[in-house]
C-alpha cells in the first residue's frame, strides 16, 4: 500500500486508523464464483487516490476458465490483464480508466458456497458518509 500511497502523494497512513478529510481507507476481498461472477464496466473517482491497487488471489485457467481483469487503455481499447498476472501480483492502474471483471463462466448456477472462482484483494480510499454519527466516526 506504501506505493500506491506514494503516487496519490499521501502521507503512508491516510485514512487507515481515523477518518481524514471525509475519507477511510477499507481493504477488502472479493470472490467472482463460477458460474457467473462479473463485474459491470465502470470508472472509480481519483479525487484522492490516483492510483488503485488489486492483489491477484487466483489463476485464469486454475481456478476460473475465462473472463477476468479488463481495463480500457485506450478509448475502445480493451486489455485482459489476467494472461499477465498470478496470484501474489499487484495490479496498479488509475481508477478514472475504465475498467471491469468479464464474466469468469457465464453459465450455469452460481457457486457462492464453493471457492472456486476469481479473488481478489485491494484497499480503497472511500469517503466516509456524512449521514454517519458522530459516535461511530470516533471508533
Known sequence: MDLKYEISNLPKDFATKKIERGHICVGRVTHYPLGGGYYSYHVDPNNVEICTDITIMSKRGLDFPQGGLVIEAKKGEKMNLEDQVSP???????????HYVEAISPSGEVQWHKPAGRWMMFSAISEFSSNCSQSSQKA
Open 88 to 98: 501474489g501480483d499487484v495490479v496498479y492502474f488509475d481508477p478514472s480508466i475504465p
